[in-house]
């Protein structure tokens, strides 16, 4: 199905060099933290003097998963390739235009029914970034590896955490969601082997720790969290108790509250210690429930992932597929999917452009971090390819081409940016990802249905 | 080294070392060399004389005047004429003191910061309790006025002492009982260890890693003592978290299956055709069948997929039996439309670990048409067979098991009249995580209510959590809980589980913060600051708290719990029967765990060095003990049955070591029997070799520390410290190399420092002689066997431990209950005595009296007297 160059027989040392990362891969992530651990200074090094040479070529990629297609119409830019205009739906980039490329004409030809009959969503969310067919099963999943964790096992050496999966929504690994297809097929983008999804971190916090914890580090950071509240309570109990004994029985109590507060003291000075040990950014406790703060949080950690070169690789699903989300904050209180499949009526069409554009809108903000955040001697946008788009094309139809697909940043210089690139028809988006795994410094010889790298891509 | 200096016993308060150093120099200008020398040759025997004809002397005041008598009297009156016990020590009492004690002790002099002219006014005696107990130890004693001063008759010496006591035991006891303060105490180890045992059925023991208990007043449970640190602190962190991993699991970090079977993993035994758009559809007759890996037992949830045949309406049977035939399960499923759209039902089935086989049969018949509620037919769960089932044959069912990778061509046109039954999938999810069989054994009783959750999130959890806490917290607090304790509690689990946290790591929290709580930690016995009067009776939920900590060294019970809310404890009958139920319960064992290894001393055993089998020496001597006392109390024999009894429990290694015969088939399940050594010299816990090693040195026995041991622990009077400067017995000229111990200790005590209390002491100690230091009985013909005789006042002369043991308990009775009353008072209430408890000692000395100072009758009338019932919050 893949083909990437380090399973190839290519050069003895490569091979040698690949056995051993399968060798951490494939064992617990207990097994291979300390070794992650060892290497965190030199990814801290990066972070305080971002000025070699090494930083400047070290690309960051990034993927950004929609369900339920879009509105094409309002979705396609006019002009020409570099005199273009941004449509309506993707307003909300000006900011950024120069430093995005819209790509027009992608297809995923494994998405399409053949003789697998229905379960286009499971599909349009397996091929994503896969571009390999799934097999139509509930139990015995098997896909293909993603471009992601081609880059992330590549590069599996050079950063703490080799990738980080994220999602609005949780993974359901079992069970069918789609016409006879296993629930990890729509709930998964990333995959690390043709058997194995990678789970979506979805609480925001928890994706914090992944990324800025040692193992310990987060045990202990959510050990003083739970100690705290046990002296909260214990310190209102004695509180109360206080007002109702004599004078002895102050004393003695005194003695045990002392105790207490100087316990709650020294919980906050490791507290503090501990975070200014950490990038500076507030991520609160547990979920987050309102969709653009939790997205916007999703972005804000994996700008601050890859601005202390934590990780280089990061997928983020803004939903499952066929996600039936309410958008009520822009006004929309049908379901996302439902609504999908319009039927060209006038009232659902206007509903479904207003989710696009608000869908872009998020996207827009972690462009623009991005673009605000300096790295090297450019900007963390400069040295990044972030990907965005859907597996489905109009989700009214179910079709799987002339994919929406934007690809924002020119991988420190390897991309020109700020153009409109129509591809024929019926190009494998597989080739894109041939030409993104190339500016990864990460190449493959071939990946999915690829024939080839985007040739409309290279100027 | 002085033995005083090494005593393991050296626990006395009575003299400080810096009284008695300063005490001789007083007198040094005033007393020749001659007067010096006389005192010392007709001292000798003094100290010992009066403290045994005092001890009788107070036994007899407290039988012909019964102390409640005295307590009824009014409150005493400036104006009022004297009493006649005031008038004797204002005509007679107090001459003697100013004779032989205010040289020393006067405003000017102050000799050792005392002052004894405060004493004169017989009534303000009572202000100065403290002070004239301490003189009426020393004088008795003969520790003071000082063997180099000048000294009282032996008669005189008895005059002085009753008559201060006399008045200060009438000055105490004619007010209004004084309880007596008890501060708030924290749990010691032990309560600890009992209340996790008792709240949750754990055996786990986390304060063994606490640091160790202070003890005063000879026992660790003294709330004036009992401090709190941060480490500390931290220890009880630790340790509730310790606690609540054990008691507390979530199950998702327990082995479950979300097993899903269809297609390829769902087989068919009989025709069948797979649709387009997945599900077996099968022919009459034909079962579907799937094998389950259940990693152990619980409830599982089957889910079935499917739609019975397309023409019939409402609700069908597809019923799923195990490899035996059994029915184990209905489901429910309606023919929805005609596009062939799945239904779906489910039903919680108990498995328990291992692979099963389960067959699922569409049985074509309308839910209607059957009576499921009947008792016989084929549709009882868990009841019914069939045959078709019961009957296969396993290699008719493996042949029609689909292979690994073999594939399934969908087909879209088959004959759905023929093909009618369809079952899509089987999912199978589980176990259940309120019920499965590997979650720590209280946690579904503990866990009453879980909260609801959204995959792994836990929401609403403020109620659930406030119900489970609730019942805990009261057991934990030893009292009702208001919702508003509880609540804090519950928001916080309601907190952190939108925090992400589960309901069960959430819960786990808070039940650490119960057993970090104040309210757990402390006992505390509430006072309203605005009360008129500091003296009150005690609550009957604080009574239930004050027994159970006496009685068992830990919480209430439930039963004891349901009782004192029903305000019953406050009643004295059903305090009695509470308090006899505690007493026949096994959690009583305490009391000789707790209270008699710390009132004999036993825990000072610790680190002996010699082997006895593969046991602990230190723990089968001091077992010992608590087996007799255990025995004497839950039999409620006299009290004196601890020094007299002929007979003793031993296990086998322990019989060995005292050379006696060991019938294993008459011991109890511990290994321990009840064996009699009426022929031999061993008698109660004076021949027990714990007590007998403990006041032993590493290679030798010491009579001194013997004789300390029974002044202290059977007569309740502590010799006063020995003073500094005095030489030690090796220090002492010898007369021999060969000379025995008693001769030596006859050389040391011609030192006048010495003499007056190694009189008492060594008398006493020798008795023991016939006992080596490991508590073995001594060859007939050791030199040191001539030792073991001796003499009480009165001409009461015995010879060896027998005689001994016997002579105290039969004369000294009234004096031994004493002591054992004083102990368990303190004990009981967990502070030192004061002189004002005397009067209560009394009168529980006067109600066992009758019966012979019975154990378990002193342990009730403790728990019945004042200081026990009452609650005193004045004082420093």
Known sequence: ??????????????????????????????????????????????????????????????????????????????????????????????????????????????????????????????????????????????????????????????????????????????????????????????????????????????????????????????????????????????????????????????????????????????????????????????????????????????????????????????????GNRQYKEVGVNDAHHGLSHHRNKVDSVEKLRKIDHYLVEQFAYFVEKLKATPDGDGTLLDNSMVLYGSGLGDGNRHTHHDLPVILAGSAAGQIETGRYLRTEQETPMANLYLSMLDAMGTPAESFGDSTGPLAVLSS | MHPFATSRLMNSKLLPPRIAARAVPCHDGASGEGELARAQSSRIWVGFVVTFACLSAVASTSAAEPVAKRQSSTTKDEASPLTHVQQAWKDRGWALLQEYCIDCHNPDFREAEIDLTVLEDPRQIHRHAELATHAINMVRFGAMPPEDAMVPEPEERRELGNGLDDLVFRSMCDLRPKPGRVTARRLNRAEYNNAIRDLFGIGFRPAENFPSDEVGAGFDNNADVLSVSTLLLEKYLDAAQQVTDRIIVDPDTLPSIETVFSSETLHVLGDFRHGRFGGHFMEEGALAWFEVDAPVGGLYQFEIRGMPATEVKGDHLFAMYDQTGTLQALFELRNRDRLNSNDYDSVKVRLEAGVHRFFVRPTGIAEDDVDL??????????????????????????????????????????????????????????????????????????????????????????????????????????????????????????????????????????????????????????????????????????????????LWSSIPDHELLRMAEQRKLTRPSDRRREALRMLRDPRSGELGEQFAAQWFGLRNLEGLEFTMDDEDPSSVLAAETKRLFRHVLQNNRPVTELISADYTFVNEPLAKHYQIPFDASKADEDGWARVSVATLPRRGVLGHAGVLTLTSYPTRNSPVQRGKWILENILGTPPPEAPPGVPSLEETKTASASATLREQLELHREDPGCASCHRVMDSLGFGLEQFDHLGRLRAKDDPAMADATGELPGGRSFSGSRELAELLAATEARRFAETATRRLLTFALGRELRPADRCFIESILDAAEPDGYRLRDLVIEVIDSPPFLMRDSTGS
């Open chain 2, 373 to 550: 509620g009947r008792n016989e037919g084929p549709w009882r769960l868990g009841k019914s067979v069939w045959d078709r089932v019961s009957e296969l044959n396993d290699k008719e069912v493996e042949a029609s098991r689909f292979e690994d990778g073999e594939h399934i061509e969908p087909e879209s046109r088959f004959d759905t009249d023929r093909y009618r039954h369809k079952v899509t999938r089987v999912q199978v999810t589980g176990p259940m995580s309120y019920d499965r069989d590997d979650l720590p054994p209280g946690q579904r009783e503990l866990l009453v209510a879980l909260a609801p959750r959204r995959g792994d999130q836990f929401y609403k959890a403020y109620e659930p959590a406030k119900r489970c806490l609730k019942p805990l917290m009261r057991m934990a607090f030893r009292r009702p809980v208001a919702d508003d304790e509880v609540e804090p509690y519950a928001e916080t689990v309601d907190l952190l589980t939108e925090r992400g946290e589960s309901y069960f790591s959430a819960m786990q929290v808070a039940i650490s913060a119960v057993l970090t709580s104040p309210h757990f930690l402390f006992r505390v016995e509430a006072q309203d600051p605005k009360a008129k009067t500091a003296t009150r009776e005690l609550t009957s939920v604080e009574l239930a708290s004050r027994m159970s900590f006496f």
């Open chain 1, 1 to 322: 199905m893949i083909d990437s160059p380090h399973s190839a027989k290519k050069h003895p040392l490569e091979s040698a060099r690949l056995s051993r990362r399968t060798v951490l891969r494939s064992g617990t992530i207990a097994l291979g933290l300390p070794l992650l651990e060892a290497m965190t200074p030199a990814s801290k090094s990066v972070y305080a003097a971002a000025t070699s040479d090494e930083v400047k070529k070290s690309v960051r990629m990034a993927c950004v998963f929609v369900p339920n297609g879009v509105i094409q119409d309002s979705w396609q830019p006019t002009g020409q390739e570099r005199d273009w205009n941004l449509s309506k739906t993707l307003e909300p980039l000006a900011g950024v235009k120069q430093d995005i490329n819209v790509i027009e004409g992608l297809a995923h030809d494994n998405g399409r029914s053949k003789k697998d009959g229905a379960g286009d969503h499971a599909r349009s969310c397996a091929t994503f970034l896969t571009s390999a067919r799934p097999v139509k099963t509930s139990s015995n999943i098997r896909l293909g590896i993603s471009v992601d964790q081609v880059a992330a096992s590549a590069l599996v050496d050079q950063c703490s955490l080799p990738s980080i999966e994220l999602g609005l929504l949780g993974s359901r690994n079992a069970g069918s969601c789609d016409s006879g297809y296993s629930c990890a097929y729509s709930s998964n983008i990333s995959w690390r082997s043709e058997s194995q999804p990678m789970p979506k971190e979805t609480v925001p916090r928890m994706a914090f720790e992944r990324m800025f914890g040692t193992g310990d580090a987060a045990q202990q950071r959510r050990q003083r969290m739970l100690r705290q509240s046990i002296l909260d309570l214990v310190r209102e109990d004695t509180k109360r108790l206080l007002g109702r004994v004599g004078a002895t029985d102050q004393r003695k109590l005194d003695e045990y509250f002392t105790s207490v507060r100087e316990i709650e003291r020294r919980i906050e000075r490791v507290e503090q210690e501990d975070r200014a040990s950490l990038p500076d950014i507030d991520i609160p406790y547990g979920r987050v429930e309102a969709f653009r703060e939790h997205a916007r949080l999703m972005f804000d950690l994996m700008v601050v992932g890859f601005q202390t070169e934590t990780t280089r690789v990061a997928t983020l699903m803004l939903d499952n597929a066929g």
